[in-house]
């Protein structure tokens, strides 16, 4: 069965009626000598809670398979910043100067064009599409404008395939599940993809435009310069690296310095929201977890351009009853999606 993120939270919701509200959720290693991993247990209720690995100990883990494993099929298997990433591009890990950077946007954002204030447009940089930030930032009332030159710089990393000698040894080494994985991106190029998919995203919202220009920092910062000139708006610039704010404030360009953190809290409280995007990108970054009895496969072969922009899952059930009532919310939710519920 095949669903859209969005679906997630049926399922979610499905589990607790039969009684699962504290879900482990694995990465699937099945191989011979190896057992599954855990990444975390998530105990859903009015406000959700998630109980990590820690960095170190998933470090210790990790480290663990390592000379036991071909360093071809290590390659594939998150390490620990992989690990806090999957954190992080779902908002339950935000950055270091979160709270600050987004009161900053919401004031900014609450001009009054009919007063003659300019309009507001934000801009990103490679990596904080990559770490899905306009998704976690709050939603405000403003313009986006992005720089053709980030997705000429992420596309390279995240057009590349495994073939079928590489998928054979990860079957081998780890289990039958990895033969999903024919044909489809390797772990660094799906991690770039997730910048690529969010720049799609927003560039379908009704306030975004597109700047034309070529690759690389001084290009990139050039382009939104001459746009926040040229079209007389305030551009509010986002970036992740300490070089990239230098040289667009050089520019006099407003720019905010996303500081990521490094530490993983070993308990985390969250929303509902934010474990379906966790559950999501967790399938998406280890290309196939399991939880509750299911196997969710974040890339599966024969997944399609339209799977990767409509952010779809491909899911097997050792429970059928439950992946039929699944299919039946999924029935009721596309009729209110059409009704534009």
């Known amino acids: 069965m095949i669903i859209e993120k969005r679906m997630l939270g049926a399922l979610l919701n499905e589990l607790i009626i039969k009684g699962k509200r504290e879900l482990k959720v694995v990465f699937p290693l099945d191989g011979k000598g190896l057992k599954p991993l855990r990444l975390y247990t998530v105990k859903l209720g009015e406000r959700p809670e998630i109980e990590t690995s820690g960095i170190d100990e998933y470090a210790d883990i990790h480290n663990g398979l390592r000379g036991r494993i071909d360093e071809r099929v290590m390659m594939e298997i998150p390490d620990h910043n992989d690990y806090r990433l999957v954190f992080q591009v779902s908002g339950v890990l935000k950055p270091d100067n979160f709270d600050t950077l987004d009161k900053t946007l919401q004031k900014e954002a609450g001009r009054d064009l009919l007063k003659g204030a300019k309009p507001l447009y934000l801009g990103f940089d490679t990596n904080t599409l990559r770490h899905r930030l306009p998704s976690i930032l709050s939603k405000v009332n403003c313009g986006y404008c ?21 998928v054979n040894l990860l079957k081998q080494t780890l289990g039958r599940g990895f033969g ?61 690296d300490g070089n990239f704010v230098t040289a667009a404030c050089d520019k006099r360009i407003k720019t905010v310095h996303i500081r990521q953190t ?61 992946e039929e009532r699944l299919k039946k919310d999924e029935r009721i939710c596309k009729v209110c999606w059409r009704a534009g519920g």
Request: glycine share 10%; hydrophobic share 35%.
């Open 146 to 166: 992005l720089h053709s030159g980030i997705l000429d710089e992420l596309h390279p990393k995240w057009d590349r395939k495994m073939r079928q000698d590489k």
């Open 180 to 240: 999903e994985f024919f044909n489809q991106p390797p772990l660094n190029a799906r991690k770039h993809r997730i910048g690529a998919v969010e720049y799609r995203k927003l560039m379908k919202r009704y306030h975004a435009e597109e700047i034309i220009g070529e690759r690389g920092d001084q290009d990139i910062i050039r382009g939104y310069s001459e746009f926040e000139s040229e079209r007389k708006v305030d551009l509010m610039l986002f970036s992740g």
């Open 262 to 322: 490094y530490e993983l809290p070993k308990k985390l409280e969250t929303s509902w929201e934010e474990v379906v995007e966790l559950v999501y990108f967790s399938a998406l970054v280890y290309g196939m977890i399991k939880i509750g009895g299911i196997t969710l496969y974040g890339v599966w072969c024969g997944k399609g351009p339209v799977e990767w922009d409509s952010e779809s899952l491909k899911l097997t059930f050792e429970d059928k009853g439950l």
